[in-house]
């Protein structure tokens, strides 16, 4: 008797789950099958689902008519650049603060995360007007220069939750040893550090991908990333959508899947270690 | 002696970070103080003077102020409601055992990681549009008028995608959450004869105040600075119907170079934003002591 009533109870609990499910994801799965239709299709009434001629036709004409392609370098340069700088300038911050503590570390860790509180547009303005006396609006470099350092705290914190997980009596040992500072770094420590630096680097590609504040205020044609060349077809040209689903599928699809490896990690990462 | 070598190294391996970031905080910080007491229009250069708290003044004054605040509060309400009430009741789903809950929880997980420009679009062009969209189908289907959202409910509509985004955060969390609440406490509580809604209001929720309350403190830090999807929804319109102070501070500065009187608007911003950011470090601090 028990066990019936819990397979029914399942049996609705997983009906409910799975409906509610495929609600939330519904406008991505539907992005993703207009992204095949033609346009005449794409608004068809009634809406067509699955029966309709499949083409690709709009991913070709996405990349003629605005070379997509450019755009989709610009936030792979502009997301893994800023990334990877980031991450040479947080291990080395993250390992000092998490293996050789000092009474101030605590507070230089607060700090940090503060200057991620400050609102973007409480900068903008000063950001874009030095920017565009350098010459530095409209540039890849310029991006990756803002990105690096908004995400900065978010990388040096979860590195630093991560490191402290790491046991610091290994380090000890390899010390005793005689292992110096550099062979220490080199074979006991980085081994361990790898998977938290992968996931950090993970979840701060997604965050730099996605990032759409600066991209708009801080690009026009040259260096627009993704995000920046999306928001134009907030114009007339978003009523083609066929058109706009391929553009969109293209850019939500690579961190779709980056975003399914990292799931745990995003509770980490976006709670600065506050829940985990 | 091996310390005292390793704490030098430690400083130096810190500093590079420390100094950006004082760096990336002191100088534009500065500027936006400097200018927000500027008479400062992008489009009449060389004519900057002095002007004190005016342009607080003109900001302050400006009806499209209360305006921009009262709708930044609604945004930031209205998602946080739909967001953790949704999420609590997601994560006591997602919770219980059932037929591919791996699948699920991904589809759930995934319009977190839909980026802001595309989920506004799509969700204004294919689902939101009265004559094309999905949603203006179905009313026609029930012989409904179709609702113009964007233009009859800009700030609404604006709620609703953005809710869309921040639900599987607030899921996620709250499930990461739950998961670690001990299932003999339960059982012993199902055992002593208590309820759903008694264990819920008893033993669940306060085991999740925590993790709810830096859901909320974390959106509303992300919230406050809604930009993008207003940008390429409504503009801030119809009219402001729907600016935010984020928006309105982009619109003054950028749209209309009056560099002044933006500047001052950031101050309120930051002023704002840090009101909620002091609460949100006394949590997690705490959490570094433990």
């Not at chain 1, 009906?15 to 346009?39: H, N, Q, R, V």
């Not at chain 2, 810190?14 to 002191?26: E, G, H, K, N, Q």
């Amino acid at each position: 008797m028990a066990r019936a009533a819990s397979r029914s109870r399942t049996l609705m609990v997983t009906i409910i789950a799975w409906l509610i499910g495929l609600a939330l994801f519904f406008p991505i799965l539907w992005t993703i099958l207009t992204s095949f239709k033609t346009e005449a299709q794409a608004i068809a009434s009634p809406p067509l689902f699955l029966f309709f001629d499949w083409t690709l036709e709009n991913y070709g004409t996405v990349q003629e008519r605005s070379n997509y392609f450019a755009h989709f370098m610009n936030s792979v340069i502009i997301s893994v650049g800023s990334t990877v700088i980031g991450l040479v300038i947080a291990v080395p911050a993250a390992w000092s603060m998490a293996f050789v503590p000092r009474k101030r570390t605590k507070d230089v860790l607060m700090w940090m995360l503060s200057t991620k509180m400050l609102p973007p547009v409480g900068v903008l303005i000063p950001i874009y007007l030095i920017f565009r006396d350098v010459g530095l609006l409209d540039t890849r470099t310029g991006l990756v220069i803002v990105l690096t350092l908004i995400n900065l705290p978010i990388i040096v914190w979860m590195l630093y939750t991560y490191f402290r997980e790491i046991p610091g009596e290994i380090l000890e040992a390899a010390r005793m040893d005689g292992a110096s500072l550099r062979k220490e770094i080199l074979h006991v420590l980085t081994p361990m550090a790898v998977p938290g630096i992968a996931s950090t680097m993970l979840l701060n590609i997604i965050l730099a991908w996605n990032e759409a504040f600066w991209t708009l205020n801080l690009t026009a044609a040259k260096a627009a990333p993704l995000t920046a060349f999306i928001a134009s077809y907030s114009s007339p040209e978003g009523l083609f959508y066929a058109k706009l689903s391929a553009a969109s599928t293209m850019a939500i699809a690579p961190i779709l899947i980056l975003g399914w490896f990292s799931q745990k990690q995003l509770v980490r990462g976006l709670t600065f270690g506050a829940v985990k | 002696m091996a310390t005292q070598h390793s704490r030098a190294a430690a400083r130096v391996m810190l500093s590079p970070a420390v100094i950006l970031l004082i760096l990336w905080m002191i100088v534009p910080l500065g500027l936006t103080l400097y200018f927000s007491f500027l008479r400062y229009n992008l489009l009449m250069p060389g004519m900057e003077e002095w002007t004190g708290f005016a342009n607080y003044r003109f900001f302050l004054t400006d009806p499209a102020f209360t305006t921009a605040l009262v709708n930044t509060l609604l945004l930031v309400g209205g998602v946080l409601l739909i967001t953790v009430g949704g999420g609590i009741c997601l994560a006591l789903l997602l919770d219980q055992p059932f037929w591919g809950q791996g699948v699920v929880r991904v589809l759930v997980i995934a319009p977190f990681f839909v980026m802001p420009t595309v989920s506004a679009l799509v969700w204004k062009n294919m689902f939101m549009d009265p004559v094309n969209g999905l949603f203006g189908y179905v009313a026609r289907l029930f012989g409904a008028q179709p609702f113009e959202w964007l233009t009859a409910a800009p700030l609404l509509s604006i709620t609703l995608i953005v809710a869309w985004q921040w639900l599987p955060f607030a899921t996620l969390i709250l499930l990461t959450a739950i998961q670690s609440l001990s299932s003999e406490q339960l059982e012993a509580a199902e055992m002593d004869g208590a309820r759903f809604p008694s264990r819920f209001l008893w033993i669940i929720l306060p085991h999740l105040a925590r993790a709810i309350t830096v859901v909320i403190l974390i959106q509303t830090i992300f919230l406050l600075s809604v930009f993008a999807e207003i940008l390429v929804t409504t503009n801030g319109g119809p009219g402001i119907a729907s600016t935010n102070l984020t928006f309105l501070v982009y619109a003054e500065s950028l749209l209309r170079f009056d560099v002044g009187t933006g500047s001052a608007g950031g101050v309120v911003a930051i002023i704002l934003a840090n009101i909620v950011a002091i609460f949100l470090m006394r949590m997690i601090g705490r959490n570094l002591d433990a």
